[in-house]
């Protein structure tokens, strides 16, 4: 990378990214040049011809066909290139080979969900096999969002009722930050995921298993994380204050009552029916806006939010 690449860029790490940066640069130092070029003329204009007594004059100049053909064709030479160039690099960008991994990816408020090929799902979480371009399908389940991944140079809007798409390849393995480029409402900082570029065995592994770490973590921990990272923070407090949805202090062996009439312990069974069925059983006080994660969470993960919301006395 260059002077302004490293000062002004994140790193590079895909195949499309040198190509963006290489349009983006050429175009900052024409408007470099440019600026340098008009600011000097400004100045030495203001010196050349400031008026330095009662009598003097400018010169009554109508025109001069060498420098208006100069400032015309130049500059629509430099607007032709980066037209073309521009061009070219966004058709690339948009049209995925057509031998790419694809993976179906959900926005919604406010996480980012991600089926791939065989079923399996994950939440803020995006793992995908090194090697292989990468086709990501978006939609929006509300609101307008926006899917970007600055080291890879990928952004796209991502609406409700309609299917975008972007694809990028990996230059290397690792770990790379997914935001949320369009404010989305009062969490719209909070949703964040991660692309895992993992080689064959990493990703087979995510593919059975889950992330690594799982294996580890005390169920109540895995818990406390699903809870962050599933966007059951954004509606569900953990201090007794009412949100969106109710709130899980002390929620455990309590009795719920429902808008139907009916009435149910909180234990391991409906805490599994809330999640995999928000919808069936509404909290009175409360609406029935809560998605359904069935499919979205493991067995584990699920387990881990059971043990978590027990621990919270």
Not at 33 to 38: A, D, E, L, S
Not at 62 to 80: G, Q, R
Not at 127 to 154: I, Q, W
């Amino acid at each position: 990378m260059n002077f302004l690449e490293r000062l002004f860029l994140p790193p590079q790490a895909s195949t499309h990214a040198k190509v963006v940066d290489d349009v983006f640069i050429f175009v900052t130092w024409v408007n470099i040049i440019f600026f340098v070029i008009v600011a000097a003329a400004a100045i030495f204009f203001v010196i050349k011809y400031k008026r330095r007594g009662p009598n003097d004059r400018t010169p009554h100049v109508t025109h001069n066909l060498t420098l208006e053909l100069v400032w015309s064709i130049i500059p629509l030479f430099i607007v032709m290139i980066i037209f073309f160039w521009g061009f070219q690099t966004y058709m690339v960008a948009r049209i995925a080979p057509n031998d790419s991994f694809e993976v179906q990816a959900t926005a919604k408020k406010w996480l980012w969900a991600f089926e791939y090929p065989d079923g399996t799902r994950s939440i803020n979480e995006l793992h995908v096999p090194f090697g292989r371009p990468v086709r990501v399908v978006l939609s929006s389940e509300d609101v307008l969002h926006a899917f970007f991944l600055k080291d890879f140079r990928v952004k796209s809007d991502v609406l409700p009722n309609r299917y975008t798409e972007v694809w990028f390849e990996a230059t290397k393995p690792g770990e790379y930050v997914l935001q949320c480029a369009e404010y989305c409402g009062k969490d719209h900082s909070r949703m964040l995921g991660k692309v895992f570029v993992d080689n064959k065995a990493d990703y087979d592994r995510f593919i059975a298993e889950g992330p690594a770490d799982w294996k580890t973590m005390p169920p109540a921990e895995l818990g406390k994380m699903t809870y962050e990272q599933a966007g059951c923070v954004s509606c569900h407090s953990l201090d007794g204050s009412k949100g969106q949805g109710p709130s899980w202090k002390g929620i455990y062996g309590s009795t719920h009552q429902f808008v139907d009439g009916t009435s149910q312990v909180v234990d391991e069974n409906y805490i599994r029916q809330s999640i995999e069925n928000p919808q069936g059983k509404i909290v009175k006080g409360y609406e029935g806006i809560m998605p359904t994660y069935q499919g979205l969470l493991r067995e584990k993960q699920i387990n881990g939010v059971i043990a978590y919301i027990k621990s919270l006395k």
